[in-house]
């Protein structure tokens, strides 16, 4: 099992939502996050005065897959996140050791 991490833009949410699920992958934790790469944000004027703003908004996904599915599910977050721009954002693959379903006391995989 590999858990897939992934910060995108906020306006692919939708995009890759649908391709998840028409790939066949179900389940994921979606977080409201702010970061700071390449971009580096961006300067803004208010009232007179100049601010920067480096912490950009973005959108962070969390699935836990098999790892049958950790291909399909990575190409619809790439195919669907990309944009060519600075700041499309990253993809973490992190080994899951044990997952658990609280409701069945189903372990691994069958827990997905």
Same mark, same amino acid.
């Given at each position: 099992?590999?858990?897939?991490?992934?910060?995108?833009?906020?306006?692919?949410?939708?995009?890759?939502?649908?391709?998840?699920?028409?790939?066949?992958?179900?389940?994921?934790?979606?977080?409201?996050?702010?970061?700071?790469?390449?971009? %580096?944000?961006?300067?803004?004027?208010?009232?007179? $005065?100049?601010?920067?703003?480096?912490?950009?908004? @973005? &959108?962070? +996904?969390?699935?836990?897959?098999?790892?049958?599915?950790?291909? %399909?599910?990575?190409?619809?977050?790439?195919?669907? $996140?990309?944009?060519?721009?600075?700041?499309?954002? @990253? &993809?973490? +693959?992190?080994?899951?050791?044990?997952?658990?379903?609280?409701?069945?006391?189903?372990?691994?995989?069958?827990?997905?």
């Amino acid at each position: 099992m590999i858990k897939i991490e992934a910060i995108i833009r906020p306006q692919r949410l939708d995009a890759v939502k649908a391709a998840l699920d028409d790939a066949g992958v179900h389940g994921m934790t979606v977080l409201e996050v702010r970061g700071a790469g390449k971009q %580096k944000g961006y300067t803004q004027h208010y009232r007179g $005065a100049e601010y920067t703003v480096n912490l950009l908004p @973005k &959108i962070k +996904l969390e699935l836990v897959v098999s790892d049958s599915e950790v291909d %399909k599910a990575v190409a619809a977050i790439v195919d669907n $996140a990309k944009t060519g721009e600075i700041g499309d954002g @990253k &993809i973490f +693959l992190i080994p899951i050791g044990q997952a658990i379903r609280i409701r069945t006391d189903e372990r691994d995989e069958s827990a997905l």
